[in-house]
């Protein structure tokens, strides 16, 4: 069976989806079995991938307009046509980049195998960069993350203030630019220290 798959952004009137539903429908797909979302690549829950997902079964052909159609990115889009793939599912793109995917076909499968190594690959360097930036960060001596709000200056502020009835907690935080988790880790509501805070004031 052939099920197809589409999609766009918007859901004001401004995105239509004919010009998908036409090329979908000339490819032989049959009306009912086409899923449509109003949605952005990027949304995780879009209803309609969702109930085209589970529509499938082994032997069925996926089939959609464009590659970005489908997918927020090349590493969800591989993963997704993996995931296809092991249920005997195959994929089939249209036109645009990717128009040469159709995994019924050796020829499909092996453009689909270079996408594949193409997201290995992006997933490789970013991880390398982000070990590179932690490296270069500590030889500067500093750590990753971001940086430690809570200063000895703003703690005994906020001991000071603390320990007064009429002080607005949020109002506090906001004035100090910290959580109120930061606030309550460093100092108890009577205004004393609490483990975190006596170690802030020990460091040099």
């Known amino acids: 069976m052939l099920i197809g798959y589409m999609r766009v952004s918007k859901a004001d009137g401004s995105q239509v989806l004919d010009l998908q539903r036409d090329a979908l429908l000339q490819s032989g797909i049959l009306q009912e079995h086409l899923y449509e979302d109003f949605a952005s690549g990027k949304n995780d829950d879009r209803q309609g991938l969702t109930a085209c997902l589970k529509a499938l079964r082994k032997g069925d052909t996926l089939i959609v307009w464009k590659l970005d159609r ?38 499909g499968k092996l ?22 930036g932690l490296a270069s960060a500590r030889a500067r001596g500093r750590n990753g993350g971001a940086p430690y709000k809570m200063t ?53």
Do not use: W
């Open 152 to 204: 000895q200056a703003k703690l005994r502020l906020a001991m000071a203030s603390m320990g007064k009835h009429e002080t607005n907690i949020s109002d506090l935080c906001k004035e100090l630019g910290i959580t109120r988790q930061t606030l309550y880790r460093h100092i108890a509501p009577d205004g004393s220290l609490r483990v975190d805070g006596e170690k802030l004031l020990k460091k040099p």
């Open 111 to 132: 453009v689909f195998g270079i996408f594949a190594a193409l997201a290995e690959f992006e997933r490789d360097l970013i991880s390398e960069r982000t070990k590179a």
């Open 70 to 107: 489908l997918g927020r990115n090349l590493r969800h889009l591989v993963n997704t046509v993996h995931e296809l793939a092991s249920k005997g599912i195959s994929f089939k793109v249209l036109t645009g980049q990717g128009a040469q995917i159709d995994t019924t076909t050796s020829q």
